[in-house]
C-alpha cells in the first residue's frame, strides 16, 4: 500500500522527463467530453426499467481563473426505458421513458502544481438543475426541473507523453495546450415532488469516463 | 523483430486491408436512386478506379440500373467491358445520352429510352450489343441510335423502336435481328455494311430500305399488319396474345419465358416478363347441394400466358395455404368451384382471463376456440349474463385474422373511463366463408408463385361467400375489470400546481422550495401533517389555478406567505439553539404580553370601582 501512494505521490511531481519547449501561454479554458453509467438514487429502479444504471454522457466548458481553480457550466443526459405501475395493485403496467438531464454550474479545485504533472487531482460541486421527462407510452408525458446540488471528484491524466509530437501538432493546429483522460464520479441530489405527496430524488451516483482538452 | 521493422508491417497490413477498395472482387454495381451510385456515370467512374489495380484491369463489370418511375436523366459513356442491365425493360427509364466511344464489349440492355432522350452515339467501337430496349417518342427530329463507319460488329437485336424521327442510322457493321420498326419517320437510314432479319416494320413513313431482310415483315407472303401492342399510345410495346409478331421472331432467340421467339422489347432470352393481372373477377354460390361457386373473370391479352390458375380459401389471402388451387387453360373464362368447406359448427366457448387494467382501456386475453372464425367482446358498466348480453355499448367483433395464430388471442378494450368498473365477456363465432383469386401463367408446370416472372400478381378478391349459417358458442364471463392510468416510476408530478408556485411563477423559486423541504420535513413525518398535506393537494390546484387567472393577487398572496416561508426558513435551516431562543422568546414575549394585558384589565376594574367611566 505504502509503495502504491509513493507511486501516486511521484506522479504528482512534475514529469522532467516529457520536457518540452515551454509555450508562450497558459490555457485559460478547458472543454470536457465524457460518458459512463448513472446509478439513480430511486430505490425500486431496477424493478421498472430492468437494470439499476443507465447510460450517461454529457460534456463540461469552464473557465479557469488559476491553473488550481475554475468555474464552469455542464451538462450530461441518461435515458431508460421500462415499464410504468398501476396505482392501485403497484403491478407494473405499460411503458415508459425515463429521462434526466441535469445541468450544473460548478466551481472546482485541482491540485496542479506544474504544467508536466501527470496526475491531477480535482474537487468540485455547485448549483444543479435537474430537467426530469417521464413519457408514458399512448397515455402522456410528465415533466419539469428541480433544483439540487452536485459534488464531483475524479482524476485527470496527462496524455501529452503519449505522443508528444501529437501534442505538439494540436497546440499548434487548434490552440490545446493539454489533453487529460479523466475519470469521475460525481453525486447528484434533486428532490423532486411526488404524486403521492411526498418528494424523491432524482439524483444519484455518476461515474464517468471521458477526455478533457485545455486550451 | 525490430521494433520498427514490426511498425512497418503492421502499417503495411493496414493498408492493405483499408486503402485496397473493397467491392473490387464483385463484379456488379448496382445504380439506384439514392444509393451509393445514383447515376450510371457514377457506378463507371468506381469501374475505372477498381480497374487501376493491375490484378482488376481486365475484370468484366455488370452495372445493374434499379428500376425507377423516374428517368435516369445523366449522361454516361461506357468503358470497355461492361454490361450496363436494367432490371426490367418496362420499369428502368432513361433519358439521358449515351455516348459509346473507342471501347469494345459494351452491351446495353433492358431499359426505355423515352421522350427527352437525345439519342446514342456509337464511334469507333466493336462488339456493341444493344438488345430488349424501347425507343420510342424520341421526336420527329431526334435518331435513336447513330452508328458511325468505324464500328463495327454491332448487334441491334429485340428492340422496340415506335414514334421516333430515325430510328437507326448505320454507317458501319450492324446486324439488325428480332426488332419492331413502329411509325417512324424512317426506320433505317443505311450507309454501312446492315445484315436484317426476323424485323418487323410497320406504319414507318419511309422504312429507309429496299430488303426488309431475312424472315421479316411485311414480305411477300405476308402483308403489312398492325404488330399490336398492349397500348402503344400509353407506352406498353408488349405484344398482345393475337400479335402477328408474337412467335414469328428468330429461333436462335428463345422467349424467357417459353420456347418461342417474339420480335420487340419483349422477347428473347434477356426479355423481363410483366404479367399484368386478371381483372373483373366475380364470384357466387350457385345454392347447390354441396355448395358450389361459380368464377368469372377478364381474359388477358398477353400473349405469353398459357393458363390462369385459380387459389380457392377461407380468408382473403388466397395464395397462402389455399384450400383449392387448380389451373384453367387459356381460352376459359369460368370455372365452377366444388368441394367447397361445409358448413360451420359451433364453437367452444373461450375462457377469458382477468381483463389486465391499463389507461383508460382494458386489456383482454381468452383461450382459442377451434374452428372460431370471429369473436365477440361484450362490455357494459352494469352486470348481464349470457340472457342479457348488452347491446350499448355495441359488441365488438374481432376477426380471427387480426389476432394472429396464437394460442391466447388478446384484445385491447379502448376508450374506457378511469376508475369505471366494466363487465366483460367474449364469445366465440364460427362462419365457413370462401374467397377466390385468378392469377395468369406462363409455364403452368411451374409451381405456384403470384408477382412472379412467370405467373401474374393476383386478381382483385371478390367479397368472400359465407357457407351456412354463422354458429355462435356460449359467452365466457361476464368479468369485471377497472381502467386505470398508468403511473411512472418514480411518480414524479409536473411543476407548477400549486398556490405558491403560482404565487412565484416558479417551481423552483427558492421560496417554493423551502415550503417544499418544511412539507417534507415537519408535515410527512406525522399523522395530522400528512392528512393537512393531502387535503392541500386536493384543494391547493383550484387557487392555484384562481390566482393564475388573476396575476394581480400575486403579490398580495406572496406577502401573505411571506411568514411561512420566514418560517420554513428558520426550521430548516436555523441552529437547534437558535430555535430554542425563539421558542424562548416567543414564551417569555407572549407571558409578557398576557401580563400587560392583564394589568390593564386590574386597572379598567379599579377605575370603574371609583366611579369612572367605561
Not at chain 1, 444543479?128 to 415533466?143: K, L
Not at chain 2, 451510385?37 to 463507371?44: F, H, K, L, R, V
Not at chain 2, 368447406?341 to 389507461?359: E, M
Not at chain 2, 387480426?402 to 369505471?420: E, F
Request: proline content about 7%; hydrophobic content about 40%; overall charge neutral.
Amino acid at each position: 500500500m505504502k509503495k502504491i501512494l509513493l507511486a501516486i505521490v511521484l506522479m504528482l511531481i512534475p514529469q522532467l522527463v516529457l520536457a518540452a519547449d515551454a509555450r508562450p501561454d497558459r490555457p485559460h479554458w478547458s472543454l470536457e467530453l465524457k460518458g459512463g453509467a448513472f446509478f439513480p438514487n430511486a430505490s425500486d429502479w431496477s424493478k421498472f426499467y430492468g437494470s439499476s444504471y443507465m447510460g450517461e454522457y454529457g460534456g463540461a466548458l469552464s473557465y479557469k481563473f488559476l491553473r488550481q481553480f475554475e468555474a464552469g457550466i455542464s451538462g450530461s443526459f441518461a435515458s431508460a426505458s421500462g415499464s410504468g405501475f398501476l396505482q392501485s395493485s403497484g403491478q407494473t403496467s405499460g411503458n415508459v421513458t425515463f429521462q434526466r438531464a441535469p445541468v450544473d454550474v460548478f466551481v472546482l479545485a485541482r491540485g496542479i502544481f506544474n504544467e508536466k504533472q501527470l496526475l491531477v487531482p480535482y474537487l468540485g460541486g455547485g448549483y444543479t438543475r435537474m430537467f426530469y421527462r417521464a413519457e408514458i407510452q399512448d397515455q402522456g408525458t410528465v415533466q419539469g426541473s428541480v433544483n439540487g446540488f452536485h459534488g464531483r471528484s475524479g482524476v485527470q491524466i496527462l496524455m501529452d507523453g503519449l505522443d508528444p509530437s501529437a501534442s505538439e501538432s494540436l497546440y499548434r493546429d487548434f490552440g490545446v495546450h493539454h489533453t487529460y483522460f479523466i475519470m469521475e464520479g460525481k453525486y447528484t441530489r434533486a428532490m423532486a415532488d411526488t404524486v403521492s405527496a411526498g418528494s424523491v430524488n432524482l439524483g444519484g451516483i455518476s461515474a464517468f469516463g471521458g477526455f478533457m482538452f485545455e486550451f | 523483430m525490430k521494433l520498427k521493422n514490426f511498425a512497418y508491417l503492421l502499417a503495411a497490413a493496414l493498408y492493405l486491408t483499408t486503402a485496397a477498395p473493397s467491392p473490387a472482387l464483385a463484379d456488379t454495381i448496382v445504380v439506384q436512386r439514392g444509393g451509393t451510385y445514383p447515376t450510371i456515370q457514377s457506378a463507371i467512374e468506381h469501374v475505372k478506379t477498381v480497374r487501376q489495380q493491375p490484378l482488376n484491369a481486365s475484370l468484366q463489370f455488370t452495372i445493374q440500373v434499379q428500376a425507377d418511375p423516374a428517368a435516369y436523366a445523366d449522361a454516361f459513356t461506357p468503358v470497355s467491358n461492361i454490361d450496363i442491365v436494367g432490371t426490367s425493360t418496362s420499369g428502368t427509364f432513361l433519358t439521358s445520352a449515351v455516348t459509346i466511344s473507342g471501347v469494345q464489349s459494351v452491351t446495353i440492355r433492358n431499359f426505355t429510352f423515352k421522350s427527352g432522350f437525345p439519342g446514342m452515339a456509337i464511334s469507333g467501337s466493336s462488339n456493341i450489343e444493344i438488345t430488349n430496349n424501347v425507343f420510342s417518342n424520341l421526336g420527329t427530329n431526334a435518331t435513336a441510335i447513330s452508328v458511325d463507319s468505324a464500328s463495327s460488329s454491332v448487334s441491334i437485336i429485340n428492340d422496340t423502336f415506335a414514334s421516333n424521327g430515325t430510328a437507326i442510322n448505320a454507317r458501319g457493321s450492324v446486324t439488325l435481328d428480332n426488332d419492331i420498326f413502329y411509325r417512324n419517320s424512317t426506320a433505317i437510314n443505311s450507309g454501312g455494311a446492315v445484315t436484317i432479319s426476323y424485323s418487323y416494320f410497320f406504319g414507318n413513313a419511309a422504312n429507309g430500305i429496299a430488303d426488309l431482310g431475312f424472315h421479316s415483315f411485311p414480305n411477300t407472303t405476308t402483308p403489312a399488319a398492325d404488330p399490336l401492342f398492349v397500348s402503344a399510345d400509353g407506352g406498353d410495346f408488349h405484344l398482345q396474345s393475337a400479335s402477328p409478331a408474337a412467335g414469328a421472331g428468330d429461333p436462335q432467340y428463345k422467349n424467357s419465358f417459353n420456347s418461342t421467339s417474339d420480335i420487340g422489347a419483349y422477347g428473347g432470352p434477356n426479355s423481363d416478363i410483366l404479367l399484368t393481372p386478371i381483372t373483373n373477377l366475380t364470384s357466387k354460390l350457385l345454392g347447390t347441394t354441396p355448395e358450389t361457386m361459380e368464377l368469372d373473370w377478364a381474359a388477358t391479352s398477353i400473349a405469353t400466358v398459357t393458363g390462369y390458375r385459380v387459389y380457392v380459401n377461407s380468408n382473403s389471402n388466397v395464395a397462402v395455404s389455399p384450400l383449392q388451387s387448380f389451373i384453367v387453360p387459356i381460352g376459359t373464362t369460368t370455372r365452377t368451384v366444388d368441394n367447397l368447406p361445409p358448413a360451420a359448427t359451433a364453437p367452444d366457448p373461450p375462457v377469458l382471463a382477468a381483463p389486465a387494467p391499463a389507461n383508460q382501456a382494458l386489456q383482454l386475453s381468452w383461450s382459442r376456440s377451434p374452428g372460431a372464425t370471429s369473436y365477440v367482446i361484450y362490455f357494459s358498466t352494469t352486470s348481464f349474463d349470457a340472457n342479457s348480453l348488452p347491446t350499448s355499448p355495441a359488441p365488438i367483433p374481432v376477426d380471427v385474422s387480426s389476432l394472429g395464430d396464437v394460442l391466447h388471442p388478446s384484445y385491447k378494450l379502448a376508450n374506457l373511463v378511469n376508475g369505471q368498473t366494466y363487465f366483460v365477456a367474449v364469445k366465440a363465432v364460427a362462419q365457413t366463408t370462401v374467397f377466390a383469386g385468378v392469377t395468369a401463367v406462363i409455364d403452368t408446370t411451374l409451381p405456384a408463385n403470384p408477382g412472379s416472372n412467370n405467373e401474374s400478381a393476383l386478381s382483385n378478391i371478390p367479397p368472400g361467400l359465407t357457407i351456412g349459417a354463422s354458429q355462435e358458442s356460449g359467452i365466457s364471463g361476464p368479468l369485471t375489470g377497472v381502467p386505470e392510468p398508468v403511473v411512472p416510476y418514480p411518480n414524479v408530478k409536473g411543476e407548477g400546481c400549486f398556490i405558491a408556485t403560482a404565487a412565484y411563477g416558479c417551481y423552483s423559486a427558492p421560496q417554493v422550495q423551502a415550503l417544499r423541504d418544511f412539507r417534507d420535513r415537519y408535515l410527512l413525518t406525522n399523522a395530522p401533517g400528512r392528512a393537512f398535506v393531502a387535503w392541500y393537494y386536493h384543494y391547493g390546484p383550484i387557487g392555484a389555478h384562481f390566482i393564475n387567472l388573476h396575476p394581480w393577487l400575486k403579490p398580495p398572496v406572496r406577502l401573505a406567505l411571506l411568514p411561512l416561508v420566514a418560517g420554513s426558513l428558520f426550521l430548516l435551516h436555523a441552529p437547534p439553539a437558535a430555535k430554542v431562543a425563539l421558542l424562548l422568546f416567543l414564551i417569555v414575549a407572549g407571558l409578557w404580553r398576557v401580563k400587560i394585558g392583564l394589568e390593564k384589565k386590574v386597572q379598567r376594574k379599579m377605575m370603574l370601582r371609583v366611579g369612572g367611566v367605561k
